[in-house]
């Protein structure tokens, strides 16, 4: 691991914290605080990276817990399906009156979050408000693309000249979007993992932060793979990268109390979770917990987004960023602090993946 990447985390941590508080005060939903996974879980389901993590209370001796949420490099990504059907079954794990109904949880423009990577019709792109640009379009039959939103790269066709920084987004512009919180928040609406012929979908990105000439700024990069180095390692050429992160459709999930039989080798209690919420719902939810914003929010440095996205059989995939949904209340387990073994995304499929491989 490099030096930098352990003084950034061992700085950021207390403002993680404090300001994960603060933006989670004013959100009609919060994701939960989470703990390691028992080694039992991780031998299971992760596929040998060991980046599971259960709900907070649920890991006894080193074993067991509720899976809800895994890491890939800097981001923590949850199964939405995964904290509903906690709540459906096991309520006292995660009531509604203090996390919010996350059976609740929808997507699109009209729930007032901004595009990222949406699918339209005529190759259009959704029209955010200032002081955002565009969404980038994923209506492509590209089985594999690459797209980059924000920055100084993007496009204002719904009120072009109002704001005087169109259509380059700052950071600056993002903290104040994103206040009282200043960590950003995005969900995955995905329809691969929807379709029954083709049900595999692999994803990985990097948010980065450059000065506003596009000058990179030193520690400012928060990668998703499964490369544990806090560097993001994606190609930009269509091919599929051998770190991407798969979205399951189908993952067993221990839920106590539960009465699920659906995994019958595994014992009582353990649950089929289908990351596939229908249209309009989201999938998956991430954020990096030492991307707080704050001290690049100043001259002129600019916001961006970079993703790709591999066999995803006629694309449809979309990302929103979100100040709906709050981070966990209290301080979350660091990659660093997880030896680099590191939504949501990962678990048992990925662990087919490696096997056919």
Not at 242 to 259: Q, T
Request: charged share 15%.
């Amino acid at each position: 691991m490099k030096t930098n990447r352990i003084q950034r985390l061992l700085a950021k941590s207390t403002a993680v914290c404090a300001f994960a508080f603060a933006g989670a005060a004013n959100a009609a939903l919060i994701l939960p605080n989470v703990e390691k996974c028992g080694a039992d879980i991780q031998t299971a389901l992760s596929g040998g990276l060991n980046n599971l993590q259960c709900l907070s209370g649920t890991v006894s001796g080193g074993l067991g817990g509720t899976y809800v949420a895994s890491y890939h490099d800097e981001f923590l990504s949850y199964s939405i399906e995964a904290l509903e059907t906690v709540q459906k079954y096991a309520p006292t794990l995660l009531s509604i009156g203090t996390y919010g109904d996350w059976s609740k949880l929808v997507s699109g423009s009209g729930q007032l979050d901004i595009g990222v990577l949406i699918k339209a019709s005529g190759g259009g792109v959704l029209n955010n408000p200032d002081p955002f640009p565009d969404a980038t379009s994923s209506n492509t039959t590209d089985p594999i693309y690459v797209r980059t939103w924000g920055g100084s790269g993007g496009t204002d066709t719904n009120d072009p000249g109002q704001d005087p920084n169109d259509p380059v987004l700052t950071v600056e512009e993002v903290v104040q979007w994103l206040s009282p919180t200043k960590i950003p928040v995005f969900y995955f609406d995905l329809a691969d993992p929807q379709n029954n012929s083709v049900a595999n979908l692999f994803f990985g990105g990097q948010v980065y932060i450059t000065d506003k000439d596009g000058k990179a700024i030193p520690n400012a990069v928060w990668a998703f793979d499964n490369t544990f180095d806090g560097t993001y390692s994606g190609s930009s050429g269509a091919t599929q990268d051998a770190d991407m992160v798969l979205a399951p459709k189908n993952v067993p999930v221990f839920i106590p109390g539960s009465n699920c039989n659906d995994f019958a080798a595994l014992g009582p209690d353990w649950c089929k979770i289908t990351n596939s919420r229908g249209s309009g719902a989201p999938e998956f939810i991430a954020f990096a917990p030492t991307m707080d914003l704050t001290p690049y929010a100043k001259d002129g440095n600019l916001f961006w987004g970079n993703f790709k996205i591999a066999d995803d059989g006629g694309a449809s995939e979309e990302i929103y960023l979100t100040k709906r949904v709050g981070v966990p209340t209290n301080d979350v387990p660091e990659p660093a602090g997880l030896a680099l073994l590191g939504l949501g995304l990962a678990g048992l499929a990925f662990a087919r993946r490696r096997q056919s491989r």
